[in-house]
């Protein structure tokens, strides 16, 4: 992931969280902004502090690197939301490459240190919170991403009014393109199975779409 699609990913995110949520009021956008402001400001403070070379400094007992490398090149490494190329330096004591950390992963530790029902006995209090903001918080970050680094087609229920908001009606070229799109209709939802496909068919390209055509971020 380069600095520009970094600056991307974030910009996207935070207009999602800002206006790709219509019906719910002013208050509750506020709030799902400041969960994905903390995120990216996370991402900044305690990954991406470090995208310089460092010595590789083995220890003479352990045979093996115990700096923290952990943030060197981590953006320059990261493909996509669950792909993080292996650290170029690090390796442990049977001379193994350290992959990740992916950011799926990341935000998986941030949403245990965002919900309040984390230790609360009983999954009730805790699925439910995580279904009113947890999967709003993942929509945002996982749709930035797949619309600025790389796709995984892993965000649904938006449409193209919903982008056309985020941006005031100016979409940038990055994020839908400017050739005609696929579109992929769905026959319904197969419990335990999931989404059933049906028929593909290209639809014009995104300022031909009407607002209410359905887009897979």
């Not at 974030?10 to 949520?21: E, P």
Request: aromatic share 12%; proline share 6%; charged share 25%.
């Amino acid at each position: 992931m380069t600095e520009e699609q970094y600056r991307r990913w974030k910009n996207f995110s935070m207009r999602m969280a800002r206006r790709g949520f219509p019906q719910m009021r002013r208050p509750g956008k506020i709030k799902l902004a400041g969960f994905v402001k903390d995120f990216f400001r996370t991402l900044d403070s305690d990954y991406f502090r470090i995208n310089e070379t460092l010595p590789v400094v083995i220890d003479p007992k352990w045979k093996m690197d115990f700096a923290d490398h952990a943030s060197e090149f981590l953006r320059d490494r990261i493909v996509d939301w669950d792909h993080t190329e292996s650290h170029p330096t690090w390796r442990d004591q049977h001379g193994h490459s350290s992959n990740g950390p992916y950011i799926c992963d990341i935000v998986s530790g941030q949403m245990e240190n965002w919900n309040p029902y984390y230790w609360a006995q009983g999954d009730g209090p805790y699925n439910r919170w995580d279904e009113l903001w947890g999967d709003r918080i993942r929509c945002c970050i996982r749709a930035g991403m797949d619309m600025a680094v790389s796709p995984s087609a892993g965000v649904m229920g938006f449409t193209a009014g919903d982008l056309r908001r985020m941006y005031r009606s100016k979409v940038p070229d990055w994020v839908m393109g400017t050739e005609p799109l696929e579109v992929q209709h769905w026959k319904g939802v197969i419990p335990g199975v999931g989404l059933v496909p049906g028929k593909r068919e290209t639809n014009g390209t995104f300022d031909e779409l009407p607002d209410s055509t359905q887009i897979w971020l």
